[in-house]
């Protein structure tokens, strides 16, 4: 597979790093995959006829590589479900709906949150930051949670309760800020910035669009079982079909922008020949593009105070994501159009009575901009629409979480609603964290235990982790980073275990660092008697629940 990644600003090529989030050429953050069509296109699509129907399906075309399968949850091959009822009541005999509830946490975040993961995995990220507005952290803590990545989630305050705990449930910290979306994005770029850490950019992270385009795939390869090849196709050369409409509801409008990518790409690869219209839809209180767009506003104006009860659609400031949508809004002879919260409710309820297909309210504000455009004419009765339905939210169980699951940061003066001032922002960061988190060296040979250990470490509590592959290594390690707890594996080639402690103890810098032995074996009462007085604690690999081991681990940092 040959790709690079291209800068929109420059047009520099570059192979692809997982974890730079620049161009090396300009700093532009803009910058996309391009494979090599036509290399592509000698084996797609006939390769991959034979491939179960998920997102990995298409992997020719998407920027990992070595999908790692540990890594999976079912992400993509969601079905694409007529809507015949629906499709009756408003005269559109071609409806679909692309059930995107059906991913693994529910929303087409699963898609981003697949490909991201896995390159980050590649990348060899472990800790990362991301602002969303509910869904992507979800999405992003379920991956992460099998990479052994730990994710720090800010939020707002008005991400629903439920989503917050299905978030912390995942074991990712929630960072809850009491202040718009925009500024949540900020202070999370900033916490980003001074840990050194990894951070999602939404639309300018090349996999998040990556992974959105086999959407498009997906759609156009349904369509064709759905309704036959389209008109042109040879046994030899396939056609797909395209939608006449592909309609979503926008918050930084990634879907879309990456849905548009997937379409082109087939029209480059010969197997479609048009793109469909593009209908993004925001929420009237939030409809920075909609407005601008219907003012021929070359630029986005800001939504500073968003005022919409459907805070997953909350983005005010959609900076250039509105510039890129708006050429592709107007080159598929799309629109942007934007619905009361009162119609995007109304369009839920009327989706679950016809449907049977329950979505949250995000969604609702998607079928709400499809009743409008058909009212309005603008989608025709002969036309084959599909609208994205995503969302739908697991209820975390709020008792299983103790007090402090979020960290709270107030960016409000005592008195009053108004956001605080810049300055504000930066100052609040420190209620997050303190400055330094306990360190941990975990010792063990085998790449497996060591991300267990990791994750079950970062999954609850905030460690500055490091990792040694053998004994020599430990001892270097230890002594060179003094940490305040080391975990360390028995049995190891060469320098084992045993060798490492007597090398800890002897030296009076590293006598007194407290040392966990984790063992996968049962020791015999010889080895009992050489650990005894040397270690703290002695657990058995695969006999410790993570909450076990956490304890052990905390009351010997304290
Ligand atoms: C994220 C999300 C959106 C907005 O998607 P973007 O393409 O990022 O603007 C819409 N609906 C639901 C349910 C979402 O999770
Ligand atoms: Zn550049």
Same mark, same amino acid.
């Given at each position: 597979m040959t790709f690079v990644i291209r800068c929109l600003d420059c047009g520099h090529a570059a192979p692809f790093n997982p974890s730079s989030m620049h161009c090396p050429q300009c700093n532009s953050q803009w910058r996309e995959a391009e494979y090599d069509m036509a290399e592509v296109a000698k084996t797609f699509p006939a390769e991959i006829k034979e491939r179960p129907f998920d997102l990995w399906r298409y992997q020719e075309l998407l920027p990992i590589r070595n999908p790692n399968p540990t890594l999976r949850l079912g992400e993509g091959g969601t079905p694409l479900i007529q809507a015949v009822n629906l499709g009756m009541m408003l005269g559109l005999p071609n409806l679909y709906i692309k059930d995107e509830r059906q991913g693994p946490t529910s929303s087409f975040k699963d898609r981003q949150a697949a490909v991201t993961i896995a390159a980050l995995k590649e990348g060899g990220v472990t800790e990362m930051v991301a602002a969303s507005t509910g869904n992507v952290a979800i999405?992003?803590?379920?991956? =992460?949670?099998?990479?052994?990545?730990?994710?720090?989630?800010?939020?707002?305050?008005?991400?629903?309760?439920?989503?917050?705990?299905?978030?912390?449930?995942?074991?990712?910290?929630?960072?809850?800020?009491?202040?718009?979306?925009?500024?949540?994005?900020?202070?999370?770029?900033?916490f980003a910035r001074q840990r050194g850490?990894?951070?999602?950019?939404? #639309?300018?992270?090349?996999? =998040?669009?990556?992974?959105?385009?086999?959407?498009?795939?997906?759609?156009?390869?349904?369509?064709?079982? #759905?309704?036959?090849?389209? =008109?042109?196709?040879?046994?030899?050369?396939?056609?797909?079909?395209?939608?006449?409409?592909?309609?979503?509801?926008?918050?930084?409008?990634?879907g879309p922008l990456g849905v548009y990518k997937g379409f082109k790409e087939l029209r480059q690869l010969g197997l479609i020949d048009r793109i469909p219209a593009m209908a993004p839809i925001q929420a009237d209180g939030c409809a920075p593009m909609v407005l601008s767009w219907k003012k021929g506003l070359e630029k986005a104006e800001p939504v500073l105070s968003p005022k919409t009860r459907i805070e997953t659609l909350a983005t005010g400031d959609p900076g250039r994501t509105y510039v890129m949508l708006r050429k592709q809004v107007n080159e598929t002879n799309g629109v942007f159009e934007s619905v009361s919260d009162e119609d995007a409710f109304r369009a839920m309820h009327v989706l679950a009575k016809m449907e049977g297909i329950s979505a949250e309210p995000a969604s609702g504000v998607a079928f709400a901009?499809?009743?409008?455009?058909?009212?309005?004419?603008?989608?025709?009765?002969?036309?084959?629409?599909?609208?994205?339905?995503?969302?739908?939210?697991?209820?975390?169980?709020?008792?299983?979480?103790?007090?402090?699951?979020?960290?709270?940061?107030?960016?409000?003066?005592?008195?009053?609603?108004?956001?605080?001032?810049?300055?504000?922002?930066?100052?609040?960061? @420190? @209620?997050?964290?303190? @400055?330094?988190?306990?360190?941990?060296?975990?010792?063990?040979d085998t790449a497996e235990a060591r991300r267990l250990i990791r994750r079950i470490l970062q999954s609850q509590g905030d460690f500055e982790i490091s990792e040694a592959t053998n004994g020599r290594e430990a001892i270097e390690l230890v002594t060179k980073e003094r940490p305040d707890l080391v975990i360390l594996d028995l049995m190891m080639p060469e320098v084992d275990g045993f060798a490492v402690l007597d090398a800890l103890r002897s030296n009076p810098e590293t006598a007194n660092i407290p040392v966990i032995v984790a063992t996968a074996k049962e020791l015999t009462v010889d080895e009992k008697g050489r650990l005894q007085g040397q270690i703290q604690s002695l657990m058995m690999k695969g006999d410790f629940l993570n909450d076990e081991f956490l304890e052990e681990v905390r009351s010997l940092i304290r």
């Open positions: 999405a992003l803590s379920a991956y =992460a949670a099998r990479a052994g990545i730990k994710l720090w989630a800010f939020v707002t305050s008005l991400v629903p309760g439920v989503k917050m705990r299905e978030i912390a449930l995942y074991g990712s910290q929630v960072v809850k800020i009491t202040g718009s979306y925009d500024q949540a994005k900020q202070i999370a770029a900033e850490l990894y951070q999602d950019m939404g #639309a300018r992270t090349v996999t =998040a669009v990556e992974a959105m385009k086999t959407l498009a795939y997906e759609i156009a390869e349904q369509l064709t079982m #759905a309704q036959g090849p389209a =008109a042109g196709a040879t046994k030899d050369s396939p056609k797909w079909r395209t939608p006449d409409w592909y309609i979503q509801a926008i918050s930084g409008g990634m901009g499809l009743f409008k455009l058909v009212r309005a004419g603008i989608i025709k009765p002969t036309d084959t629409v599909v609208v994205n339905c995503t969302g739908h939210t697991m209820p975390a169980e709020q008792f299983l979480f103790g007090e402090g699951w979020t960290r709270d940061v107030d960016l409000r003066t005592k008195q009053e609603q108004a956001p605080t001032p810049q300055e504000g922002l930066l100052s609040a960061l @420190n @209620n997050v964290t303190p @400055n330094r988190f306990p360190r941990v060296t975990v010792v063990d």
